[in-house]
């Protein structure tokens, strides 16, 4: 069994978070620099083996597409490219960023630990990742 890897998908950062190999726990991973993304993942796939990849897909409160909607499904597209054997399943991301701020302050982080961006990435992966758990637990 591969581990589900999750992506929280930005223009100049992604924000990363993986399972355990039994798909129970999700923990953060990384994050990288947005035009890294594809060959990290390779590498990070040729290590510890990736199962399934879940995207954050932005939508606005009406559930309509932002403007960050259409740069998700191009890297949607290269993914399915590069990683033909693998089921891709995109995910609502609303509020994660939020979230994610919330859960570091709960959780007694630094404030300047709480002010960088790649912190809260990687944890908004992480919540989509659990997200994706949660639903698919049933």
């Known amino acids: 069994m591969g581990r589900i890897l999750a992506i929280d998908y930005g223009k100049k950062r992604t924000g990363l978070a993986v399972t355990d ?65 693998h089921k891709i399943h995109p995910i609502d991301e609303r509020f994660t960023s939020k979230m994610a701020k919330s859960a570091m302050l709960a959780g007694g982080m630094r404030k300047s630990e709480r002010r960088k961006k790649e912190n809260v990435d990687k944890l908004s992966a992480t919540i989509i990742l659990q997200s994706f758990l949660e639903s698919n637990s049933l």
């Open 21 to 85: 190999p039994l798909q129970i726990i999700a923990s953060p991973l990384d994050t990288v620099p947005t035009h890294e993304a594809i060959r990290y993942l390779q590498s990070y796939h040729e290590q510890e083996g990736i199962e399934i990849f879940v995207i954050g897909m932005p939508k606005d409160l009406m559930n309509k597409d932002t403007d960050s909607t259409a740069s998700v499904r191009s890297f949607i597209n290269l993914l399915q490219k590069k990683f033909p054997q």
